[in-house]
Nanobody, 126 residues
Framework: QLQLVESGGGLVQPGGSLRLSCAASGFTLDYYAIGWFRQAPGKEREGVSCISSSGGSTNYLDSVKGRFSISRDNAKNTVYLQMNSLKPEDTAVYYC???????????????????WGQGTQVTVSS
């Protein structure tokens, strides 16, 4: 069974940090581009950050550039999203997805993925 599982979400104060993890089971992430996406209530899902299978290419949403960092550890079959200087507008359900058919830019901009996780809630509030 192919599965992606997100973890690391929670409640954090503005200015705080969280690290999200996306772990795969049933398949190896080595050959997949991985993306982090988010969806806030009443809004469309948007691409936050995407990373190529090698890790050599990344893409970030403009509003998170300089605050969020995506990385991958293929040995652990896991991709991370380090989120710093969090703002209330970062509040959303965060999803990870895997794709082997899109560039990182296309994956993020077009919100594309072959396999999706169930999401983890991130709430930024004082």
């Amino acid at each position: 069974q192919l599965q992606l599982v997100e973890s690391g979400g929670g409640l954090v104060q503005p200015g705080g940090s969280l690290r999200l993890s996306c772990a795969a089971s049933g398949f190896t992430l080595d050959y997949y581009a991985i993306g982090w996406f988010r969806q806030a209530p009443g809004k469309e899902r948007e691409g936050v950050s995407c990373i190529s299978s090698s890790g050599g290419s990344t893409n970030y949403l403009d509003s998170v550039k300089g605050r969020f960092s995506i990385s991958r550890d293929n040995a652990k079959n896991t991709v991370y999203l380090q989120m710093n200087s969090l703002k209330p507008e970062d509040t959303a359900v965060y999803y990870c997805a895997a794709s082997d058919g899109f560039t990182v830019q296309s994956m993020c901009v077009m919100v594309r993925g072959d396999y999706w996780g169930q999401g983890t809630q991130v709430t930024v509030s004082s």
